[in-house]
């Protein structure tokens, strides 16, 4: 490894004079590290001359080999030497208003339970928030995310179902299939982005979107699955939202041979080379727990 750091600084600065520089070491020693590498691959690396030093074509090809796995080998050994300190300081998280009170929270009080010196600072919004700007250590975000410069770690995956009330069922019929949805009555959701009456679903390996209607429309989550537990009509959503109803027989799950892909649940970093220790740890909770969770 220190012969690899000499051989790249070299090559980057130009001559082994500023490789010194760089580095903090003496030209003899540089000199000498350069050599030993070169014996022990057994090819000429670095062309010498007074005022510099140039990759030979072997040279070049080995800097393009090792350069990406050097940066990765030192990442590591950052990461793994991080992990020894004892993360304190504060923490602040942003994640969506449900989900975050029901999984995020409960995984900080653990983690704070663990580690005495960690403070939490807790954003809850279902808005987008800006990890960098907003100076977050990481957001919690349950969907696909856009191609960007920031890190992300996949902490799971969420169903998409669609649930009534069995005395619902038994008034008005199970669908076997998406489109008899059209034969009953659906509970609407109002979203920030509109109407939500078009629900998602896997057909013969394909995604479909099949068009719903019903008498019924809410903007509140609570006031969706109320609706299904009393009768109203069908609703769609994410399974962990219903999850202690079903475990009540108060909503059952129908057409689950055809449910949408999952949605991913991601944590997103800022575009830093290693997360700190309170960061990476916490996540590692966070994602254990998460495997434990019927979503």
Not at 108 to 114: G, H, N, T
Not at 142 to 154: G, M, Q, V, Y
Request: proline share 6%; charged share 25%.
């Amino acid at each position: 490894m220190e012969e690899i750091e000499v051989f790249l600084a070299v090559v980057e600065a130009g001559s082994q004079t500023a490789a010194a520089r760089r580095l903090g070491r003496s030209l003899q020693s540089v000199n000498r590290a350069l050599s030993a590498l070169e014996r022990s691959v057994g090819v000429e690396l670095v062309r010498r001359t007074t005022r510099q030093s140039v990759a030979t074509e072997a040279g070049l090809a080995f800097y393009r080999r090792v350069k990406p796995a050097f940066a990765e080998i030192s990442e590591a050994r950052l990461e793994a030497a991080n992990r020894r300190v004892e993360p304190s300081g504060l923490l602040r998280v942003a994640a969506p208003i449900q989900f975050g009170a029901t999984h995020v929270v409960p995984a900080i009080a653990e983690f704070m339970a663990r580690f005495p010196q960690i403070e939490a600072d807790v954003n809850m919004s279902d808005r987008p928030v800006d990890v960098v700007g907003d100076g977050f250590d990481l957001a919690v975000r349950i969907r696909e995310l856009p191609d960007s410069s920031l890190k992300t770690r996949r902490l799971g995956e969420l169903r998409t179902v669609v649930y009534g009330a069995p005395d619902y069922f038994e008034r008005h019929g199970r669908p076997r299939q998406p489109g008899d949805l059209a034969d009953h009555q659906c509970i609407l959701r109002r979203t920030a982005q509109g109407e939500a009456d078009v629900w998602r679903f896997r057909i013969d390996g394909r995604l479909t979107t099949v068009q719903v209607n019903g008498r019924f429309r809410t903007d509140s989550t609570t006031a969706a699955h109320a609706a299904a537990r009393h009768g109203i009509g069908v609703g769609y959503g994410p399974f962990w939202q219903i999850r202690d109803l079903v475990d009540q027989e108060a909503l059952e799950i129908v057409l689950a041979d055809f449910e949408a892909p999952r949605t991913p649940v991601r944590a997103v970093f800022p575009p830093s080379a290693i997360p700190p220790a309170k960061t990476h740890l916490f996540v590692d909770l966070l994602a254990e727990r998460l495997k434990l969770e019927r979503l």
